[in-house]
């Protein structure tokens, strides 16, 4: 040491008056959220845009509603046994690479579909779509859950999960535009094409929630909790959140949401198409209307589970969104359609963002996305199971009685919801969500203890000097 510091032993003293937090504020939080649901929006607006054109291609091919069927359903089939393992692969490597991927694969499938030469060339693409996408909703609310608090947490899930619904404003009205004027190949490429620029968003703005640092201090976290004496390897179910009654019930509802739109789905295009003599585009603009009521209601009424809790902002608006189902049964008229439409689009508002939140509220933080995977593949069942209902189905009864059958499986699974679902436990209205309080504790503590540490060194070079 120079002569300034006879005392060499005791080394530099450097008096630090603050201690950098390295959590994300909450305004950062916010801009992260919008620039992910800017990136989803563009590629869920290219989905929007080839869903119409799926069943008018398959015609094109001498298929039906069972040919339909199945290609909802391989869909759903692989998105259901991949999710999860997507799901758990963003938890131990990060939300953002998964992001990436499920963005590229989207645009990669759609240029498959341009090339496609028969009906079973389109459900195999469709199939492999369904695999390699699993992990962009389970990493998606990763993020929201990694950097939101929870007494805001279902505000920003419902951002998020309306930028899925936006790809349906216009998306398939502009589909049958694209169909109806320049053949089957342009909704596809145009979807590619969006799909790409999805991802190049996504690149350049959304960052790594699950950095390394936290997923190592998540892991040291884990071991200072559990015993000294080595324990077994942390099984799948016990990271499953308890009750486990709770957490059967919202895997249940999302099992009945996608059921009953997908038991009804293949019948219902080919009835507006042949029973009704609707147009490309009429069905474009129903969907389009169901998209904008889901989005424009998510952001206004995502929060409201904040503010009134889980669960009876879930059984109601499952409750509002179930009535299309039935009542498409005894309306005709295109208007009428669109109001059924818009209603259940408010419905699926105001549930979905509570249930998302309902996960992540009662899920360890180092299984999120595992979880949601879990939950997609919930999701993803249903897609399986109602198809193939139908399809069985769709010899015995007309479209009409399948309509009504679905809406009273629906209702029967809303009152086994109010009986069995229960409310997650919240902390004191006054405490402010716990990862943030203990960020500031550990924040505090540090500045304490550097402190500490300098005025002990400082006190003993004095001693020394005396």
Known sequence: MSGH?????????????????????????????????????????????????????????????????????????THFIAAPFMGNLADRMGRRPLILFSLLAFAVSNIGFVLAPNTISFIVIRAIEGALTAGLFPASMGIVADIVPEKKRAQWVGILMG????????????????????????????????????????????????????????????????????????????????????????????????????????????????????????????VGAYGLAMVVCQFLLGKLSDTYGRKPIIIFGFLLSATFYPCLAFVESFWGIIVLAVISGMGVAIYSPALSAFYLDITDERHRSRIMGIKESALSLGGVVGPAAVAILAGLLTAKEIFITAGVVIFVGAILAIILLKEPEKAADEETDTAWQVSEKRTLAAQASLHGLVNLASASRRSRAN
């Open 5 to 77: 510091f006879p005392f060499a032993n005791l080394g530099l003293i450097l008096k630090g008056d603050r201690v950098i937090d390295s959590e994300i504020d909450f305004n950062r939080s916010k801009k992260i959220i919008f620039l992910l649901a800017g990136s989803v929006a563009l590629m869920m607006t290219g989905f929007g845009i080839i869903m119409p054109v799926f069943a008018r291609r398959l015609g094109e091919f001498g298929s039906g509603v069972e040919a339909l069927g199945w290609m909802t359903m391989s869909f759903a089939l």
């Open 163 to 286: 930028s899925y619904g936006a790809g349906f404003i216009f998306g398939p009205v502009f589909g049958g535009i694209l169909y109806d004027g320049w053949g089957f190949a342009s909704p596809f490429i145009v979807s590619a094409i969006l799909g790409f620029l999805g991802l190049v968003a996504a690149t350049i703005m959304v960052p790594e929630t699950r950095t390394p640092v936290i997923r190592h201090r998540a892991r040291l976290t884990a071991l200072r909790n559990t015993s000294v004496v080595a324990q077994p390897k942390e099984s799948i179910i016990s990271s499953f959140p308890r009750p486990l009654t709770v957490f059967g019930t919202l895997l249940f509802l999302d099992f009945l949401q996608e059921f009953g739109f997908a038991f009804i789905e293949p019948q219902m295009v080919f009835y507006f198409y042949d029973n009704l003599k609707w147009s490309t585009i009429q069905f474009g603009i129903v």
